[in-house]
């Protein structure tokens, strides 16, 4: 079945590093969404791409969608304490798949030394 | 504005109990989804409603859960004759329907313990 895997499982920076994380799928994607989970919270949407190569930009964050919609990267700039948490991708098939059925990944927790 | 809110918090029961959890999504939302969360994993999808017709469910959802959305509008999970591997964490999310795919926004979360 369709799988969403997420690189690195974990990292830890020093603040006002960078840090990125990779989403791969094994089928194509209609879309991709990532969410950000703090700890002891719940997923909170971050962004969603839909064309293949799209970039976009929140402040710090910049989220690409691959040339062939299967892969997907988070990067954050100089990164603060606030950026603490776990960053899922999560996606859709884009043959076949369901209008609910959104696969995530298992996440990347990100831990900022100040 | 309120979001989307789940009852209990948490519920610690026996093995071989029956559990139900409520899930009240954002008033306009019609699609509701239910996902399970174990530890350093990511949220995996159970079943998902667009008002109140269950779309989808899960290979996961095995025959002693349930879950059912009569008016559209809230949802419940029932777990029947609990078992170890069922404890988790119980998320509801909710969202528009639309032509892609909508944001889900999720609640808190129900987290359920087998003793």
């Known amino acids: 079945g369709q799988q969403v895997m997420q690189i690195p499982q974990y990292q830890h920076v020093q603040e006002g590093e960078d840090f990125t994380t990779y989403c791969n799928s094994s089928t194509t994607l209609s879309n991709i969404q990532w969410y950000k989970q703090r700890p002891g919270g719940h997923p909170v949407f971050l962004i969603q791409l839909v064309k293949s190569g799209e970039v976009k930009k929140q402040k710090r964050l910049t989220f690409q969608f691959g040339e062939a919609k299967k892969n997907s990267s988070l990067h954050i700039t100089a990164t603060q304490t606030t950026d603490v948490g776990t960053y899922f991708c999560a996606g859709m098939k884009e043959y076949g798949g369901s209008q609910g059925n959104l696969i995530f990944g298992k996440g990347t927790k990100l831990s900022v030394k100040p | 504005d309120t979001g989307v809110s789940q009852d209990p918090r948490h519920k610690i029961t026996k093995r071989g109990q029956n559990v139900t959890f409520r899930c009240d999504p954002i008033?306009?939302?019609?699609?509701l989804y239910w996902y399970r969360q174990t530890l350093g994993q990511g949220p995996e999808f159970l079943t998902y409603?667009?008002?109140?017709?269950?779309?989808?469910k899960s290979r996961l959802l095995s025959d002693r859960f349930s879950a059912e959305r009569p008016k559209g509008s809230f949802s419940t999970l029932e777990i029947q004759r609990t078992e170890q591997g069922d404890s988790a964490m119980y998320l509801c999310?909710?969202?528009?329907?639309?032509?892609?795919?909508?944001?889900?926004?999720f609640g808190d979360g129900t987290r359920l313990s087998i003793l």
């Open positions: 999310a909710s969202s528009l329907s639309g032509s892609s795919n909508q944001p889900q926004h």
């Open positions: 409603f667009q008002n109140e017709a269950q779309l989808e």
């Open positions: 008033s306009e939302h019609n699609r």
